[in-house]
């Protein structure tokens, strides 16, 4: 299985029995795209690559309108995203931005619920292994976009988890939703995700192989798709956005054992081919510095807070001598063709969080900072330090450009954003108003 794109075949509810191929003209029905594994490997591939496309995880999930909320960045006053970076939530850029980020996200559910519901009944259809593994990356991408939907949309667990939030998309249906409340959302997530763990531990070769890479080309690029410990690791995200801490200390435990597993390693990344060019339009140096995305020397120095050692993590940053200041620009995706989602750097976090004392959390997080090169000299400890702070601060360095840190920021409920002063009440910000229509082709809400 070669590292190419496929065209997303995007499935509208409002003509459920077709499918759009990248030709206008022509119309594959679900019978035919079905026939054979060859048709569902096309059709899984394409939920991938919509996915990855730039309205999502390839750049505003990630790198772009993500990490403009996450005050990442210094935005200029002529950029298209600087009424992004201003929370103005009722500007028609915004208005576009979020409104396309809610359908194109539905439509790829609404892919993957396709693919599983054609899936049934066909296993004599697939090669050994290839149908538990195809249904597992499936049910747990299912969740995954669900859980960002949710954590976009909707208040967190601390402004309530009865609160009306979103629905809950598992079927191919002409019918709406119901608007399920924030608790509710999260039980149908950890539904999939246990689905999806049963079906990859008996067949995904990472597991039962030990190896992320093997000969047959459908298990090629374990990484890049959803497997079995990114599914793992998901679900520890999700346990502790809910509040669950024993389950979600639990599960970065169960991954923390597991040899072969580094302190860094990622676990879940998105391929494009178009992932330089998305991030080179927010980030490659221009004869005209005014209209791309940079970091003020100052906000650098207090993300890395210090020069003494070399934080590898801020060698994702080259500095721009600009007269007589200079500024830095992210070169986190110059050479790079896949968008990292999920890994064991977050596993470390969340098990620090789950500790039974600020001491052993501590230990987890020096684990992960001696990682990226900083001296165990430097070590935090209890004594010297606030737990929660270092948190935070670990969360700040780690994530750039993956979109993580904003989430973070909403599930703390902080009283404070990081170099947005001018937010008086964060919360205002946190979750971006659904769309007026809930999506372009019909009301996806039942009301």
């Given at each position: 299985?070669?590292?190419?794109?496929?065209?997303?075949?995007?499935?509208?509810?409002?003509?459920?029995?077709?499918?759009?191929?990248?030709?206008?003209?022509?119309?594959?029905?679900?019978?035919?795209?079905?026939?054979?594994?060859?048709?569902?490997?096309?059709?899984?591939?394409?939920?991938?690559?919509?996915?990855?496309?730039?309205?999502?995880?390839?750049?505003?999930?990630?790198?772009?309108?993500?990490?403009?909320?996450?005050?990442?960045?210094?935005?200029?006053?002529?950029?298209?995203?600087?009424?992004?970076?201003?929370?103005?939530?009722?500007?028609?850029?915004?208005?576009?931005?979020?409104?396309?980020?809610?359908?194109?996200?539905?439509?790829?559910?609404?892919?993957?619920?396709?693919?599983?519901?054609?899936?049934?009944?066909?296993?004599?259809?697939?090669?050994?292994?290839?149908?538990?593994?195809?249904?597992?990356?499936?049910?747990?991408?299912?969740?995954?976009?669900?859980?960002?939907?949710?954590?976009?949309?909707?208040?967190?667990?601390?402004?309530?988890?009865?609160?009306?939030?979103?629905?809950?998309?598992?079927?191919?249906s002409r019918n709406p939703f119901p608007q399920l409340t924030t608790e509710k959302v999260v039980e149908r997530i950890i539904e999939d995700c246990?689905?999806?763990?049963?079906?990859?531990?008996?067949?995904?070769?990472?597991?039962?192989?030990?190896?992320?890479?093997?000969?047959?080309?459908?298990?090629?690029?374990?990484?890049?798709?959803?497997?079995?410990?990114?599914?793992?690791?998901?679900?520890?995200?999700?346990?502790?956005?809910?509040?669950?801490?024993?389950?979600?200390?639990?599960?970065?435990?169960?991954?923390?054992?597991?040899?072969?597993?580094?302190?860094?390693?990622?676990?879940?990344?998105?391929?494009?081919?178009?992932?330089?060019?998305?991030?080179?339009?927010?980030?490659?140096?221009?004869?005209?510095?005014?209209?791309?995305?940079?970091?003020?020397?100052?906000?650098?120095?207090?993300?890395?807070?210090?020069?003494?050692?070399?934080?590898?993590?801020?060698?994702?940053?080259?500095?721009?001598?600009?007269?007589?200041?200079?500024?830095?620009?992210?070169?986190?995706?110059?050479?790079?063709?896949?968008?990292?989602?999920?890994?064991?750097?977050?596993?470390?976090?969340?098990?620090?969080?789950?500790?039974?004392?600020?001491?052993?959390?501590?230990?987890?997080?020096?684990?992960?900072?001696?990682?990226?090169?900083?001296?165990?000299?430097?070590?935090?400890?209890?004594?010297?330090?606030?737990?929660?702070?270092?948190?935070?601060?670990?969360?700040?360095?780690?994530?750039?450009?993956?979109?993580?840190?904003?989430?973070?920021?909403?599930?703390?409920?902080?009283?404070?954003?990081?170099?947005?002063?001018?937010?008086?009440?964060?919360?205002?910000?946190?979750?971006?108003?659904?769309?007026?229509?809930?999506?372009?082709?019909?009301?996806?809400?039942?009301?």
């Amino acid at each position: 299985m070669r590292r190419i794109l496929l065209i997303c075949m995007v499935f509208s509810l409002a003509s459920c029995g077709k499918w759009l191929d990248v030709s206008p003209k022509s119309q594959v029905k679900g019978d035919d795209l079905f026939k054979d594994e060859a048709g569902f490997q096309t059709a899984m591939f394409g939920v991938y690559t919509s996915a990855a496309s730039s309205t999502l995880y390839g750049s505003n999930l990630t790198m772009g309108m993500l990490d403009v909320l996450g005050k990442y960045y210094e935005v200029p006053s002529n950029h298209g995203y600087y009424q992004v970076d201003s929370y103005d939530y009722e500007s028609s850029t915004v208005v576009s931005m979020r409104d396309a980020i809610w359908s194109g996200m539905y439509r790829t559910i609404l892919n993957c619920n396709n693919l599983l519901e054609n899936m049934e009944g066909k296993e004599s259809l697939f090669a050994s292994g290839h149908y538990p593994v195809m249904k597992g990356e499936m049910l747990g991408i299912r969740a995954y976009l669900h859980f960002d939907l949710l954590r976009l949309f909707a208040p967190s667990f601390a402004e309530g988890m009865t609160v009306p939030a979103i629905p809950y998309v598992d079927k191919v249906s002409r019918n709406p939703f119901p608007q399920l409340t924030t608790e509710k959302v999260v039980e149908r997530i950890i539904e999939d995700c246990k689905a999806a763990l049963a079906l990859l531990k008996e067949a995904d070769p990472w597991v039962v192989e030990g190896k992320d890479e093997i000969s047959d080309n459908f298990f090629e690029m374990r990484r890049e798709r959803m497997n079995y410990y990114a599914v793992k690791a998901f679900m520890a995200r999700v346990y502790l956005y809910a509040g669950n801490i024993t389950e979600a200390g639990k599960m970065a435990e169960e991954l923390i054992e597991i040899k072969g597993l580094g302190v860094t390693s990622p676990l879940f990344s998105l391929y494009s081919d178009k992932i330089k060019d998305y991030a080179d339009a927010f980030f490659a140096e221009k004869e005209d510095n005014s209209s791309i995305f940079t970091e003020g020397s100052s906000l650098h120095a207090t993300i890395f807070e210090t020069s003494m050692y070399e934080d590898y993590r801020s060698s994702t940053w080259t500095e721009l001598k600009n007269g007589s200041t200079s500024v830095h620009l992210i070169t986190k995706y110059k050479r790079k063709v896949v968008v990292p989602l999920i890994g064991m750097n977050e596993v470390y976090y969340i098990y620090a969080e789950c500790c039974d004392s600020e001491n052993e959390g501590l230990k987890a997080l020096n684990k992960v900072r001696n990682s990226y090169n900083i001296p165990s000299q430097m070590d935090l400890e209890e004594e010297k330090c606030v737990f929660a702070d270092e948190l935070q601060k670990e969360y700040r360095k780690s994530f750039l450009g993956e979109g993580q840190f904003f989430y973070f920021l909403k599930r703390k409920d902080v009283k404070e954003i990081p170099s947005a002063a001018q937010v008086v009440n964060p919360r205002k910000v946190f979750t971006l108003p659904m769309p007026d229509n809930e999506l372009e082709f019909g009301d996806l809400i039942e009301q």
